[in-house]
């Protein structure tokens, strides 16, 4: 039987460039978006979208009924910097809609679960360094609790009803085809837009703030392949590091300014800099490369040529 997949938060910044990768394999008719808002003209254009808000457990059921759904792709949820404005809202769309997912797997109505999560997982006695998979973890935001939560959820619906989910901790995520969801790593997709649109930006973190980021290309086929591994590859059923590249704000800046000569970049930290001083600095993803062969391709300067390449084309900017 082919597989038949629903995609939950498809209006997302990960959901819109799944979306339209999926398709390309599976095919169109067998790829299901969905989203509590309409998705991108490209999305609803090329195959079907149903309207979702996945707390509700009734709609949810009847779709995966509907388009007999063999996977799930859990992507909604509340991000660190809007998690701490709306903690009820978070708590109840990153957790319950993750139950709800679970539960019907347990049932055995879906057969495997992509569920995201994140570097918020770690604290501020986590290593910060090449922080290994297992390790302190104590967060001390809405969403990092919400994520490690979660994690512990995953290994306990794999250990105690064999459901086969899967899961990745993603760092920041830089991507062109959306705009940045409300989290602590926006500004490493809001100043490509900055840069291009008024050779300016001022960024919500310090200067020297380390953080590690990921070119959603490489997020996308990180999380395809996971997803499509042999289950016994699969040996962590929390969540896997996943690590992209380090780098700082003054970092990306400077690399801007090789394609945008007079770009300027000032700096006014925000609440966000205390969350970003709790995450890890670098990852360690042995566990990724070793158990199912993951590989990063996109380093810093790809990631900024692609980016304003990219960025030029869609909106019609001029360097």
Not at 60 to 75: D, E, M, P, S
Not at 157 to 176: A, E, M, Q, T
Not at 269 to 276: G, L, S, V, W
Not at 298 to 310: A, F, R, V
Request: aromatic residues 10%; glycine residues 6%; proline residues 3%.
């Amino acid at each position: 039987m082919k597989d038949v997949i629903l995609v939950i938060g498809s209006s997302g910044q990960i959901g819109t460039e799944l979306v339209l990768e999926l398709r390309k394999i599976y095919g169109n008719n067998n790829v299901v978006a969905s989203d509590i808002r309409a998705s991108s003209i490209e999305i609803l254009d090329s195959g079907p979208f149903e309207t979702l808000d996945v707390l509700d457990e009734k709609k949810l059921r009847a779709i995966v009924i509907k388009y007999k759904i063999t996977q799930v792709y859990l992507l909604a949820a509340l991000l660190s910097a809007k998690a701490e404005k709306d903690i009820e809202l978070a708590w109840k769309l990153n957790v319950r809609s993750h139950s709800n997912i679970l539960e019907l797997a347990k049932e055995r109505l879906i057969k495997k679960i992509f569920w995201p999560s994140s570097i918020a997982v770690f604290g501020s006695k986590t290593p910060k360094e090449n922080t290994p998979q297992y390790t302190i973890m104590e967060p001390n935001t809405v969403y990092g609790i919400s994520k490690l939560a979660g994690e512990r959820w995953n290994e306990y619906y794999h250990d105690k009803f064999g459901v086969d989910v899967r899961s990745l901790r993603y760092p920041g995520l830089i991507g062109w085809m959306s705009e940045a969801g409300g989290g602590t790593t926006d500004y490493a997709v809001n100043i490509f837009h900055e840069a291009l649109k008024t050779k300016k930006y001022c960024c919500f973190l310090k200067k020297n703030t380390k953080l590690p980021m990921m070119y959603m290309k490489d997020a996308i086929r990180a999380t395809i392949d996971i997803m499509e591994a042999p289950s016994e590859k699969i040996k962590i059923r929390s969540s896997y590091n996943l690590a992209g590249i380090s780098f700082t704000p003054n970092e990306i800046a400077k690399e801007i300014k090789k394609y945008i000569k007079d770009f300027e970049i000032s700096y006014k930290p925000d609440f966000r800099q205390k969350i970003a001083d709790s995450w890890p600095q670098s990852i360690n993803d042995q566990n990724a490369q070793c158990d199912w062969g993951w590989k990063l391709n996109y380093n810093l300067q790809k990631i900024t040529k692609d980016m304003l390449s990219n960025l030029k084309k869609k909106y019609q900017y001029n360097y």
